[in-house]
């Protein structure tokens, strides 16, 4: 699967979990870490864990295995690595903390018109 098919699946999956403000960045140009970054919040912790786990059971049913979850116990900021996009999964106080959109300001924000509900 591309990573442009892949991102789409994850952000559908946030957006089951009712994720806010669910902003992809193509990093292709930014970052060697990966192709996309895909950003959204939860107003609590148990919705930040569903999500999370949204994201890890849609991309295992496409065949796309889970490189890496990290932060899912404190469910403060979760990153989901599917190899090719790495899903920021915040709480809604950390998300403003950290501000990965400014702080990868140079990439270009993908539109995933049709997916937000």
């Not at 939860?42 to 932060?71: C, H, L, P």
Request: aromatic share 6%; net charge negative; glycine share 6%.
């Amino acid at each position: 699967m591309e990573s442009r098919e892949l991102v789409t699946v994850a952000a559908k999956a946030c957006d089951e979990k009712r994720a806010h403000d669910i902003v992809v960045l193509d990093m292709a140009d930014v970052s060697l870490v990966a192709d996309y970054f895909l950003i959204c919040e939860g107003s609590n912790e148990r919705q930040v864990q569903a999500i999370a786990r949204e994201v890890k059971a849609q991309a295992e049913e496409n065949g796309i295995e889970v490189k890496r979850m990290e932060g899912f116990d404190k469910a403060r900021w979760i990153l989901v690595d599917l190899n090719g996009v790495v899903c920021h999964i915040f709480h809604k106080d950390e998300r403003h903390y950290y501000n990965l959109e400014r702080l990868w300001g140079d990439a270009s924000t993908v539109s995933l018109e049709g997916i937000e509900g």
